[in-house]
């Protein structure tokens, strides 16, 4: 009897849910993970992307401007291209090597994600360096129905390029390890 | 006819048996769509069910063995078992995030950040029986003795509810966590790294505690506050009473939601690590890791037994 009440419940609120369409929540955060390993150790590693105000390892950064290097600094990332980028220091642990940062001013033509944070940590693997770039945001598009170039795919796809252009930075210095 | 007896006694023994089970940690994993049932003596996984979406929000009344989670895209309460059977599934109005169960009732809290409301909904009917209006964008929510806090995301505020009687009390950034302890409220000030502790009975804000970067929720065991800390990867712990920090624990990558087991350990959901961390409130030290669906939250009360 229990079992023929629960589906019988099971049954109304299904029918209750094609009924009423549900006005749905605004986006959930999304995240991406890639990893490369190089050709140099922890420390050679660490040494060139341990900074919030240099970055002489990636090409087409023409200038940065930064305010400190301890956590809640921030800077003005200028490239190639023209575009300006906000930036604030999340964390920098040297023992842990690990630097996050963030997009304090979205900006979807350097990729196309609001809420973007950065998370790079190295580890060590044989004495070869593992770098992890992992990404936290929300897709470019806030609201519900997001257009096809700014969905949860998109902006997934987005992210994962801009990372690849960080990861072949690295392997064009170090060489890879793998 | 003695053997359909004999069958529903033991369908009723069945039954009893799942009731009268172990107590549960039940983990939403937003981005995999999926609810982990975790019997948390063991820390064995029980069941992993399809929970589709986006759930955050989860809330485990272990007396009258109900789960409940809100799935904030298709705006849906979701209840199960403690065994993970599904009950009932009752669309939701508005925008659905956070959820608390009433002690005395079992009945749902549920914010709906649309209307910037507080609905309270029957998790067996579904029906909705009354609304409180919010500050804006209403997040955490909690009761405990006759009192309602809601935080306010948007509002940078928190609501009171006692009776008939409300009231808005300013705090920091971004609220967004409630949890009460002992005539307290500990509200996450997300944006202002630090916890807001307001006293509910005066109805103000008494103490701020500050935490790491971007703290979420906060639990309480062995007479200490556990505060998750997003960005830093970290649990700010401090002293219940006296409120000062005593230390900071590492956890895997974005910490958010907490809570405490009966037998006093420590439950952390590492949003980005996709693990369940479980912590010993008094050596201060993770002593498991447990593999979770992609993207855990279990943003609520999400650990109860009967």
């Known amino acids: 009897m229990q079992k023929i009440l629960i589906a019988l419940v099971a049954v109304l609120a299904f029918a209750a849910g094609i009924a009423t369409r549900a006005e749905a929540h605004g986006p959930s955060r999304l995240k991406t993970d890639q990893t490369v390993t190089l050709n140099a150790s922890p420390d050679e590693v660490w040494a060139a992307i341990g900074s919030f105000q240099t970055m002489d390892w990636l090409p087409g950064v023409t200038s940065i401007e930064a305010t400190g290097n301890e956590k809640g600094a921030t800077r003005v990332r200028t490239l190639e291209d023209g575009t300006v980028l906000k930036e604030e220091l999340l964390k920098l642990d040297a023992k842990k090597m690990a630097i996050s940062t963030r997009l304090t001013e979205d900006n979807l033509s350097y990729v196309k994600a609001t809420n973007y944070a950065l998370h790079i940590t190295v580890k060590d693997e044989g004495g070869k360096a593992v770098v992890d770039l992992k990404g936290a945001f929300y897709r470019a598009y806030p609201q519900n129905d997001p257009p096809a170039d700014q969905n949860d795919e998109a902006s997934t796809a987005s992210v994962e390029a801009l990372h690849q252009g960080l990861i072949d930075a690295l392997v064009a210095r170090f060489g890879a390890g793998g | 006819m003695i053997r359909a007896a004999t069958a529903g006694v033991a369908l009723a023994l069945c039954l009893l048996a799942g009731a009268g089970g172990a107590e549960v940690a039940a983990v939403t994993s937003q981005n995999a769509g999926a609810l982990t049932l975790v019997d948390t003596g063991s820390l064995q996984v ?17 007396r009258r063995g109900r789960i409940l989670a809100v799935a904030v895209e298709t705006a849906r309460l979701h209840v199960f078992d403690l065994a993970g059977a ?12 956070g959820l608390a ?14 209307g910037n409301l507080l609905r309270e909904i029957d998790p067996v009917t579904g029906q909705e029986l009354a609304q409180w209006q919010t500050g804006a964008l209403p997040s955490g929510v909690a009761e405990a003795e006759g009192v309602i806090l809601v935080a ?22 971004h609220p967004f966590g409630v949890t009460l302890n002992d005539g307290r409220g500990f509200v996450t000030d997300v944006l202002s790294d630090q916890v807001s502790v307001i006293d509910l009975a005066s109805a103000a804000v008494i103490a ?99």
């Open chain 2, 46 to 62: 029980l069941a992993t069910l399809p929970l589709p979406g986006k759930p955050a929000a989860v809330a485990v009344d272990g």
């Open chain 2, 86 to 97: 599904p009950l009932a599934d009752w669309p939701l109005s508005g925008a659905p995030f």
């Open chain 2, 101 to 114: 169960i009433r002690p005395q009732t079992g009945m749902a809290l549920v914010t709906d950040q649309a």
């Open chain 2, 152 to 173: 306010n995301r948007d509002g940078e505020s928190v609501t009171l509810i006692r009776g008939a009687v409300q009231q808005q009390i300013p705090v920091g950034h």
């Open chain 2, 208 to 306: 701020t505690i500050p935490t790491g970067e971007r703290p979420y929720a906060v639990a309480f065991a062995a007479g200490r506050g556990f505060v998750t800390n997003q960005y830093a990867a970290s649990l700010t712990v401090f002293d219940a009473q006296s409120l000062a920090v005593i230390a900071e624990i590492a956890t895997d990558d974005y910490p958010e939601g907490i809570a405490a087991t009966t037998d006093g350990q420590i439950l952390v959901a590492n949003w980005f690590s996709d693990t369940l961390q479980v912590i010993d409130p008094v050596a201060l030290q993770v002593n498991q890791t447990l593999d979770m669906p992609e993207g855990p939250r279990a943003f609520g009360a999400f650990v109860g037994g009967p």
